[in-house]
C-alpha cells in the first residue's frame, strides 16, 4: 500500500468515528445470516484488529447484543453498523471495511461462514472459502 496516513472511519451522520493504528489481523468476508441481517446485506465485509490499535475519540457505538456474547455496534443516530466483539475472540474488534473512509485500502483475505452464503452471491475470486468461522492459532 502506497498510503501509510491512519486509517479512519466511522458512521454515515459522523457521530461515531474511529482511527486505526497498524495492521489487521485478519480481513474476511462473512456470509453468516447474523451479519446478513444486522447489516441488512448479502455479504459483510470485516477487518479486524487488536482493540487497544482501534480508537474512538468522540462517541463509541452503541452496542446491541445480537446473540449470547456477540456484540454488535452501531451508531444510535444514522444506524450504520461499525463493529462486531464477542467472548469467542477475546481482545479483538471487527469493524466493517464499509465504515472506513478510504475501503478501497483493505481487501478482504478469505470468506467465511460460506455456508450460509445466498445461492446467488458469487465472487469471481480464489480467496479460501471456510465454511463456519475459521479457528484461531
Ligand atoms: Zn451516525
Ligand atoms: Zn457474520
Known sequence: MSNDSPLEGG?????VRYRITGDPVMTALCHCTMCRR??????VAWTM???????F??????VYESSPGARRGFCAR?????????????????LTIGSLD???RVAPALHY???ERLPWVHFAD????HPEFPQQE
Open 126 to 129: 480464489t480467496l479460501p472459502r
Open 49 to 55: 484488529y487488536q482493540e487497544s490499535q482501534v480508537e
Open 113 to 115: 461462514w460460506d455456508s
Open 102 to 104: 478510504e475501503p478501497a
Open 78 to 94: 444514522c444506524g450504520t453498523q461499525i463493529s462486531f466483539t464477542a467472548d469467542y475472540i477475546p481482545g479483538l474488534i471487527d
Open 57 to 62: 475519540p468522540a462517541l463509541k457505538p452503541t
Open 38 to 43: 444486522a447489516n441488512a446485506a448479502p455479504v
Open 11 to 15: 458512521c454515515q451522520c459522523g457521530a
